[in-house]
């Protein structure tokens, strides 16, 4: 899993050292969890370094799956049209995983299951104020409440649930954007008893702690840093950085 890289030149060349170092190991799957640039025009907000990034993902040998940053559609003059822009570049099959999207106009939210696992993906732009639409919102919650419950149906020994935004545990300001996340997070995490696991990005630090009772919390570092996080969930949730 890795998150908010690159952001320049010299990041791209550092994560193409990555992706070597990736394919060198045995996993079931690679995520990247948004901000794949800048907010640049000539970077995240732009076609020609979202298909370059396209085919620099396309080296990795495992399945991949992308979710969109804030810097590739909600930070940009015209959001709409970038984020629009995304989905035509990545709301593509996964070759390896047999993922579920999102009716409608909502595909970057997705899911699969694996070792007994769910995994969800939403697009929860960061930034800190929640810039996504009520409808836009209204979708993520209805695809992880559908999520969360065919997982307790199935019997999943864990539920990740990746999204890009810092959802601001520790700010827990009613005003902040992410009150109504936080509040979601919480529910499901006391139902689900230790079996929920969040992975964000957003805030470039590193973070592996509890934020609400029963969530398991994992961040991932950014820029900067190019690094990634190697997952052992059948391990008791064995985590791993990986440069």
Not at 105 to 122: K, P, Y
């Amino acid at each position: 899993m890795l998150g908010d890289t690159p952001y320049s030149q010299a990041e791209v060349d550092k994560l193409d050292a990555l992706i070597g170092r990736i394919n060198a190991q045995d996993l079931a799957f690679v995520v990247h969890v948004g901000d794949i640039g800048t907010s640049a025009a000539s970077q995240g907000c732009g076609d020609a370094w979202l298909e370059a990034r396209k085919r620099q993902f396309a080296r990795i040998r495992h399945p991949f799956v992308l979710l969109p940053g804030d810097n590739e559609w909600s930070d940009c003059r015209e959001p709409q049209v970038r984020l629009a822009q995304w989905r035509r570049l990545f709301c593509a099959a996964v070759p390896g995983l047999a993922l579920e999207r999102q009716p409608g106009e909502h595909c970057e939210n997705l899911r699969w299951q694996a070792g007994g696992m769910m995994f969800v993906g939403l697009d929860v732009p960061g930034r800190g104020a929640n810039p996504l639409s009520e409808q836009g919102m209204q979708a993520v919650f209805e695809w992880l409440d559908e999520s969360l419950a065919l997982a307790e149906a199935r019997r999943a020994e864990k539920v990740f649930v990746f999204l890009h935004a810092d959802p601001y545990f520790e700010r827990n300001a009613p005003g902040d954007g992410y009150a109504r996340l936080r509040a979601v997070l919480a529910s499901h995490a006391a139902w689900f008893e230790g079996r929920l696991v969040l992975v964000h990005g957003d805030t470039h630090v590193y973070r592996n702690d509890e934020p609400l009772p029963g969530l398991r919390r994992l961040q991932m570092w950014g820029s900067p840093l190019v690094s990634w996080l190697r997952v052992s969930a059948a391990e008791g949730l064995r985590v791993e950085v990986g440069w």
